[in-house]
């Protein structure tokens, strides 16, 4: 490759024996050894209630003096309940939440106990609407976040990188998929997932399974949309302490929009360049103070910069909300989205660079090519609190049927004069049961305070995959295409070879855990959990009759510390381990193998800073070690044996930064620098070798500047060097800059008009690839025009 990693892994090395000195520098904090926080302290702690006495998780809580001393805020957890440790003196504290009226108190605290308040926030009136124009700054931060430890913290107090896409980044950009709000999470990027799947390498780890919906597995290969996302929620390193198994390098949740008691009527309509049409609702409407219902649809048809391909997708996410009481709320939702699309492998690839053929150049028979997947989802929350426990209980429901039929491009031959092409079918219809129960409570040890969790989790997943061998004029399963005319009109036939799959999976998993988040003092945290999981595993090769089981008992620890010299900065190191059973992320195959085989193991090491650097502006900086043991490998003296003695390891340093730099000035982005490599030889790669589709260098900033209350501009620059296709490291896809750039016009205080530009200097560059021969091309020069309006 062209840049070289040794000497930065270097450097990454010695900050992670700095992380080692970190945990030894901070111990005497927790066992007491520094000096108590001063005497003039005290606590002020309160609930957060509406009208009705229910409480309002995620009311902003702001404490300002009135006098020298620093600014505080905290996040209401899910009973509404917040702490605030302050110096003894007047203060104002100021709570707010999106809906309801601001409510302000004036307090003298003393030094000494907790003095408690209630604070019952008022509903915004009913004329209240949220407007579209330019005068307020676009809001690109999320102060505070569940998914992490399943309680509501503020993301400077949670001890691990996370990166978060708010809804106002994704509009501003007009996002349509996973793979355009990975562009600005550093350390993330997509991969082709054989373009008919979402797919992304978090930290040098790829997975098509590691994705989430409201904190629940949603695993299935398939393209998901963003039209109902609240926002985005990547949490990086393993996660299996609160996901369970998988998550090696991180997961990506998608937060829905839920029905709540603002109204809301907006309509998005958007179109550009390739016959770009796109069709977007979102309509809230609440019954009184204890219904509300809301619908999110979505239609696109949509055509490409390449030749033949094209989409049609639609979808309708319907969600309702009961406040059943001043102690229970009950959330369901359902949605149906279905999503049809040319299949297309990219281009191929010649001496160890993309093929030198049009970007838009088609490989095989585009009328039996195609892609579908059509997603049934039900979910049911019920919220509760009892005593002083909060009771959580979500239930989801998934049927996934989909499907892709493809020709594949192979090796070029020496003359560049021909292409080797295949073809197959594949079929995957998936039924997920899940079920989460979770209890939190918040008690006192002394001057230790605790936010305690303790959860079951429960599901069940049966599969069936299906997979045909393409034969040309029913008897080749290879032919050669012309290099510069790869399309086809060959007659091919599809049917079963003698390796094909058709088998029945059935998965089922218990999980238990438990979590303490300890407030040592108000400078020292701590979060240390366990989990159990229990996945059992049981195969049926519907060809030969034959049954496999295979059954792993994981045990994931999680251990923080972090550490506040100010209360705007946080300084943390973590540790997690997470396992991914031998079948496999999409668990689509058990042999006898492999059935012997276990788990594999992720191990990370992880410190960082975090700094809300004014109230709107959010920075974080990590370094991280994140080891893959237990990789297989094949037995040097028997290729028939499995060995389990392959790794793999990346060492990497990311930045991120959100929010408002001015009031005028709002930016979104980060660098990343990874260098993930084999450490000893697997079955598919050599020990040093470098894995595939990670950049040892990555930047993004999007920028949003207003000019005038009613106009703003966008100017977004992506950057990242070059990276291998492969694990062989023999063919390279060349890193690349590319400037995006935005305009947004209030037309009323209802009305926006945005234009966005993709590649502005129409940049020739290859976003990513499945393997050697499969390598996708960016799109040229394009633009994307939109009409938002609320009414």
Do not use: C
């Given at each position: 490759?062209a840049?070289?990693?040794?000497p930065?892994?270097?450097?990454?090395?010695t900050?992670?024996a700095?992380?080692?000195?970190?945990?030894?520098?901070?111990a005497p904090?927790a066992?007491?050894q520094?000096?108590?926080?001063?005497?003039?302290t005290?606590?002020?702690r309160?609930?957060?209630l509406?009208?009705?006495?229910?409480?309002?998780a995620?009311?902003?809580i702001?404490?300002?003096?009135?006098?020298?001393h620093?600014?505080?805020?905290a996040?209401?957890g899910?009973?509404?309940?917040?702490s605030?440790?302050?110096?003894?003196?007047?203060?104002?504290i100021?709570v707010?939440?999106?809906?309801?009226?601001?409510e302000?108190?004036?307090?003298?605290l003393?030094?000494g106990p907790?003095?408690?308040?209630?604070?019952?926030l008022?509903?915004a009136?009913?004329?209240?609407?949220?407007?579209?124009t330019?005068s307020?700054?676009?809001?690109?931060?999320?102060?505070?976040?569940?998914?992490?430890?399943?309680?509501l913290?503020?993301?400077?107090?949670?001890?691990?990188?996370?990166?978060v896409?708010?809804?106002?980044l994704m509009?501003?950009?007009?996002?349509?998929?996973?793979?355009?709000?990975?562009?600005?999470v550093?350390?993330?990027t997509s991969?082709?997932?054989?373009n008919?799947?979402d797919?992304?390498?978090?930290?040098g780890?790829?997975?098509?399974?590691?994705?989430?919906?409201?904190?629940?597995?949603d695993?299935v290969?398939?393209?998901r949309d963003?039209?109902n996302a609240?926002?985005?929620?990547?949490l990086?390193g393993p996660?299996?302490m609160?996901?369970?198994?998988?998550?090696g390098?991180?997961?990506?949740n998608?937060?829905?929009?839920e029905a709540g008691?603002?109204?809301?009527?907006?309509?998005?309509?958007?179109?550009?360049?390739?016959a770009?049409?796109?069709?977007?609702?979102d309509?809230?409407?609440?019954?009184g103070?204890?219904?509300?219902f809301r619908?999110n649809?979505?239609?696109?048809?949509?055509n490409?910069?390449?030749?033949f391909?094209?989409?049609?997708?639609?979808?309708?996410n319907?969600?309702?909300?009961?406040?059943a009481?001043r102690?229970?709320?009950i959330t369901?939702g359902?949605?149906?989205?279905?999503d049809y699309?040319?299949?297309?492998?990219?281009?191929t690839?010649?001496?160890?660079?993309?093929?030198?053929?049009?970007?838009?150049?088609?490989?095989?028979?585009?009328?039996?090519s195609?892609?579908?997947?059509?997603?049934?989802?039900?979910s049911?929350?019920?919220?509760?609190?009892v005593?002083g426990?909060d009771?959580?209980?979500r239930t989801?429901?998934?049927?996934?049927?989909?499907?892709?039929?493809?020709?594949?491009p192979?090796?070029v031959n020496?003359a560049?004069?021909?292409?080797?092409?295949r073809?197959?079918?594949?079929?995957?219809?998936?039924?997920?049961?899940?079920n989460?129960?979770?209890?939190?409570y918040?008690?006192?040890?002394?001057?230790?305070?605790?936010?305690?969790?303790?959860?079951f989790?429960?599901?069940?997943?049966v599969?069936?995959?299906?997979?045909?061998?393409?034969y040309f004029?029913?008897?080749?399963t290879?032919i050669?295409?012309?290099?510069?005319d790869?399309?086809?009109?060959?007659?091919?036939i599809?049917?079963?070879?003698?390796?094909?799959a058709n088998?029945?999976?059935?998965?089922?998993v218990?999980?238990?855990?438990?979590q303490?988040?300890?407030?040592?003092?108000?400078?020292?945290?701590?979060?240390?959990?366990?989990?159990?999981?229990?996945?059992d595993?049981?195969?049926?090769?519907?060809?030969t009759?034959e049954?496999?089981?295979?059954?792993?008992?994981?045990?994931?620890p999680?251990?923080?510390l972090?550490?506040?010299?100010a209360?705007?900065i946080?300084?943390?190191t973590?540790?997690?381990v997470?396992?991914l059973?031998?079948?496999?992320?999409?668990?689509?195959?058990?042999?006898t193998?492999?059935?012997?085989?276990?788990?594999?193991k992720?191990t990370?090491y992880?410190?960082?800073?975090?700094?809300?650097?004014?109230?709107?502006?959010?920075?974080?900086?990590?370094?991280?070690?994140l080891n893959?043991?237990?990789t297989?490998?094949?037995?040097?003296n028997?290729p028939t044996?499995?060995?389990?003695?392959?790794?793999?390891r990346?060492n990497g340093f990311?930045?991120?930064?959100?929010?408002?730099v001015?009031?005028?000035w709002?930016v979104?982005?980060g660098?990343?620098?990874q260098?993930a490599?084999v450490?000893?030889a697997?079955?598919?790669?050599?020990?040093?070798a470098?894995v595939?589709?990670?950049?040892h260098n990555?930047?993004?900033?999007?920028?949003?500047y207003?000019?005038?209350?009613r106009?703003?501009?966008g100017?977004?620059?992506?950057?990242r060097s070059?990276?291998f296709?492969?694990?062989?490291?023999?063919?390279?896809?060349?890193?690349y800059?590319r400037?995006d750039g935005?305009?947004?016009?209030?037309?009323?205080?209802?009305?926006?008009?945005?234009a966005?530009?993709?590649?502005?200097?129409?940049?020739?560059?290859?976003?990513n690839a499945d393997?050697?021969?499969?390598?996708?091309p960016?799109?040229?020069?394009?633009i994307?025009?939109?009409?938002?309006?609320?009414?």
């Open positions: 490759m840049d070289n990693g040794s930065i892994r270097a450097l990454i090395s900050a992670f700095l992380t080692v000195l970190l945990f030894g520098a901070l904090l066992n007491g520094i000096a108590n926080p001063s005497e003039d005290g606590v002020v309160g609930k957060v509406d009208p009705t006495g229910a409480p309002i995620g009311a902003r702001l404490a300002i003096p009135d006098g020298p620093p600014r505080s805020s996040i209401s899910q009973n509404g309940e917040f605030l440790p302050l110096d003894a003196g007047k203060y104002t100021d707010t939440a999106d809906g309801f009226k601001k302000s108190k004036s307090v003298r003393l030094a907790a003095q408690t308040y209630e604070f019952v008022q509903l009136p009913k004329n209240y609407t949220v407007t579209v330019e307020a700054a676009p809001d690109y931060v999320e102060p505070s976040i569940s998914s992490a430890t399943k309680t913290t503020p993301l400077r107090d949670v001890p691990q990188s996370v990166s896409v708010t809804r106002q509009q501003d950009q007009l996002m349509m998929s996973i793979a355009d709000v990975v562009n600005y550093p350390g993330v991969h082709q997932g054989e008919n799947r797919q992304v390498v978090i930290r780890n790829s997975s098509s399974a590691d994705f989430f919906l409201d904190g629940i597995r695993d290969q398939y393209y963003l039209y609240d926002r985005i929620e990547v990086k996660n299996a609160i996901f369970g198994r998988g998550g390098g991180g997961v990506v998608r937060v829905t929009k008691f603002v109204p809301l009527r907006e309509i998005t309509v958007d179109g550009g360049s390739f770009d049409r796109r069709f977007t609702t309509f809230d409407q609440p019954v103070n204890r219904l509300a619908l649809g979505v239609y696109e048809a949509s490409s910069f390449r030749d391909v094209n989409l049609e997708r639609y979808g309708v319907p969600t309702m909300s009961i406040v009481g102690q229970t709320q369901l359902y949605e149906h989205f279905q699309r040319m299949a297309d492998r990219g281009i690839s010649f001496q160890g660079r993309p093929a030198d053929v049009p970007i838009s150049t088609f490989y095989g028979d585009p009328n039996d195609h892609v579908r997947a059509l997603v049934n989802i039900g049911v929350t019920v919220e509760h609190q005593g426990f009771l959580h209980n989801l429901f998934g049927n996934y049927d989909r499907g892709y039929q493809n020709f594949v192979g090796v020496a560049k004069t021909l292409t080797d092409l073809a197959y079918n594949n079929a995957t219809n998936r039924f997920n049961i899940f989460q129960t979770y209890a939190t918040t008690a006192s040890t002394g001057r230790f305070r605790h936010t305690l969790l303790a959860g989790d429960a599901g069940r997943q599969t069936d995959n299906f997979r045909n061998t393409g004029n029913n008897t080749a290879v050669q295409v012309p290099y510069l790869p399309v086809i009109s060959t007659p091919t599809f049917r079963q070879s003698a390796t094909d088998n029945h999976i059935a998965a089922t218990s999980a238990g855990y438990v303490d988040q300890i407030d040592l003092s108000r400078h020292v945290q701590v979060v240390a959990g366990l989990r159990f999981d229990h996945f595993l049981q195969y049926l090769n519907n060809r009759t049954r496999l089981r295979r059954i792993d008992n994981l045990l994931s999680r251990a923080g972090v550490f506040k010299p209360g705007e946080s300084i943390y973590s540790y997690s997470s396992y059973p031998s079948s496999g992320d999409q668990f689509a195959s058990l042999t193998i492999t059935q012997q085989v276990k788990p594999e992720f990370n992880e410190a960082g800073v975090k700094w809300d650097a004014t109230r709107r502006l959010f920075v974080t900086t990590s370094v991280y070690r893959r043991t237990n297989r490998s094949i037995d040097p028997d044996r499995i060995l389990q003695t392959g790794s793999q990346t990311e930045v991120g930064v959100n929010g408002m001015t009031p005028a709002t979104a982005g660098y990343a620098y260098d490599f450490t000893s697997t079955a598919s790669a050599r020990a040093g470098q595939a589709q990670v950049p990555s930047f993004s900033l999007w920028n949003n207003r000019v005038h209350p106009v703003g501009f100017l977004g620059v992506l950057n070059d990276m296709a492969g694990i062989d490291n023999t063919v390279n896809l060349p890193g800059a400037a935005a305009i947004f016009l209030s037309l009323t205080e209802k009305m926006r008009f945005q966005n530009v993709e590649n502005l200097f129409n940049q020739r560059y290859f976003l393997s050697n021969t499969n390598i996708s960016g799109a040229p020069r394009s994307r025009l939109a009409l938002v309006a609320r009414f």
